[in-house]
C-alpha cells in the first residue's frame, strides 16, 4: 500500500511559478512509476508528467505537450517525495493537480494507476 500527500498548490499570476511535492508513505517508494495528473473543472483528467521507478530507469521522464519546456518533474528516492516544478504558468493550467503511482511503467492513463492523492488545487490568474 502506497498513501500519497500532494501540498504546494496555490494562486499565482500568470509567468509564475510553483512547486508541488508528492509525499509517499509505504515501501519499495524508488520501484513505482510516479506521475502528475490534472482536471479542471468540466474536463477528463489528464496527464502531465511521469517520471519512471528504478526497474525503468531506461525510460524515465514524460511529459505533455502542453507543459514541455516549462515544467519539471522529479523524484529524491531518499525523501519518498516526487516533485513538479511548473514555470511560466498560464491560465490554463488552472486544475486540480493529482499525484499517482503504479507499479509497472509510466502510462498516461488514469485508470491504470492504483494509487491516488487527494489533489492540490492550483489557480493561475491573468
Known amino acids: 500500500q502506497v498513501q500519497l500527500v500532494e501540498s504546494g498548490g496555490g494562486l499565482v499570476q500568470a509567468g509564475g511559478s510553483l512547486r508541488l511535492s508528492c509525499a509517499a508513505s509505504?515501501?519499495?517508494?524508488?520501484?513505482?512509476?510516479m506521475t502528475w495528473f490534472r482536471q479542471a473543472p468540466g474536463k477528463e483528467r489528464e496527464f502531465v508528467a511521469g517520471?519512471?521507478?528504478?526497474?525503468?530507469?531506461?525510460?524515465?521522464?514524460h511529459y505533455a505537450d502542453s507543459v514541455k519546456g516549462r515544467f519539471t518533474i522529479s523524484r529524491d528516492d531518499a525523501k519518498n517525495t516526487v516533485y513538479l516544478q511548473m514555470n511560466s504558468l498560464k491560465p490554463e493550467d488552472t486544475a486540480v493537480y493529482y499525484c499517482?503511482?503504479?507499479?509497472?511503467?509510466?502510462?498516461?492513463?488514469?485508470?491504470?494507476?492504483?494509487?491516488w492523492g487527494q489533489g492540490t488545487q492550483v489557480t493561475v490568474s491573468s
Open positions: 509505504g515501501r519499495a517508494f524508488d520501484s513505482y512509476a
Open positions: 517520471v519512471a521507478g528504478v526497474a525503468w530507469s531506461g525510460d524515465i521522464l
Open positions: 499517482a503511482a503504479r507499479t509497472t511503467r509510466v502510462s498516461g492513463t488514469p485508470g491504470e494507476y492504483n494509487y
